[in-house]
């Protein structure tokens, strides 16, 4: 019985691009996984099928050879790229596309240099320098690639081989049944390249320990728990592979006068008592260093909120600022004199039940009520 096709067996033209087998491999695998297909025999050998096809078509060689001459390029030892049956292999290839980016990560290609690890950074700061923005150094321990070297990890003048446990891939496989395992080599460390001759300065690691002071820019308006990240700035790769990256991690400090929540500043202020009573301008300080005339009516009760617009936070990322809201609180005298003592006594008697303390008049009448309906 003849084979079918592998250009077939993804349904895809001979002229398809890396790409399109990628994606034509991907639905496939997906739909045929015996994971999805527990007990179906033929979704098992459709898979295999499948991941043959694209094990043979994703690789430059391979597709060559079988594009030269069939199926007979990779049966009894003929001249092709020797095709193992790894599906295993090529199926996380897939899955690496769809779910291994997180954190600048993914599972590393074969042959891939090693990606720096990614660091964090705690930065504390006051509630008007996020007001206004920071331009902040800060200075962190972290790996910087080796200048001797320039990161491989070689000796000048000297070049690091290719792994022979691996032969370059930074993996090895391990077949266990119908599937592959596959893990990094313990050789090279995934590397896929051995340091015959190591650089006297790193070791071989391609990359010192050393401090690093880079320049930050925090942006007006940021929050508590805003998260920075400044690409390439994390520990150097290994041998020569890409930086990770630094995340700063803000933390706003209480403050003493003022209390946020989100874009707008609430402020308790206390008044006096008279100037409760009376009525009278006060001054209230704003985030931006300056002051603000706040004029209270007759009679203002703790508690009473005045809304400033515009004398909030900015908003980070749109336009204009919250407001800020001044809250009243009425504080009642203390310390007082013998001569003030009896001044307040006059007072208090002068005021009767005229309707000056309207809710504590009302409080105590409706107590009143209550005790009465209570002994009735």
Sequence with gaps: M??????????????????????????LAMQ????????????????????????????DEKREAY?????????????????????GSSFADVFDDLFGEFMGGGRQRRGGNNRGADLRYNMDITLEEAFAGKAAKITIPTTSACDDCGGTGAEAGSQPSTCATCQGHGKVRAQSG?????????????VGRVITN???????????????????????????????????????????????????????????????????????????????????????????GGRVSVSL?????????????????????????????????VETPVNLSQE?????ARFQASLGGGGTSPESEGFFKKAKELWNDITD
């Design 2 to 27: 003849a084979e079918q096709d592998f250009y077939d067996i993804l349904g895809v033209d001979r002229q398809a691009g890396q790409g399109d087998l990628k994606k034509a491999y991907r639905k």
């Design 32 to 59: 045929y996984h015996p994971d999805r297909n527990q007990g179906d025999a033929g979704a098992e050998a459709k898979f295999k099928e499948i991941s043959e096809a694209y094990d043979i078509l994703s690789d």
């Design 67 to 87: 594009d030269r001459f069939g199926h007979a390029a990779f049966q009894n030892g003929g001249g092709g790229a020797g095709f193992d049956g790894n599906f």
């Design 178 to 190: 119908f599937f592959t395992v596959e893990r990094t080599c313990p050789n090279c460390g995934g």
């Design 198 to 288: 190591p650089c006297g300065n790193c070791g071989g690691a391609g990359r010192i320990e050393k401090d690093k002071t880079l320049s930050a820019n925090i942006p007006s308006g940021v929050e508590d728990g805003t998260r920075i990240r400044l690409s390439g700035e994390g520990e150097a790769g290994v041998r020569g592979g890409p930086a990770g990256d630094l995340y700063i991690f803000l933390s706003l400090q209480a403050h003493e006068v003022f209390q946020r929540d989100g874009a707008n500043i609430y402020c308790r202020v206390p008044i006096a008592m008279t100037t409760a009573a009376l009525g009278g301008d006060i001054d209230v300080p704003t985030l931006d």
């Design 297 to 329: 009516p007759e009679g203002t009760q703790t508690g009473r909120q005045f809304r400033l617009r515009g004398k909030g936070m900015p908003h980070m990322r749109g336009r204009g600022q919250g407001d800020m809201y001044v809250q009243t609180m």
């Design 340 to 344: 003030q003592r009896e001044l307040l």
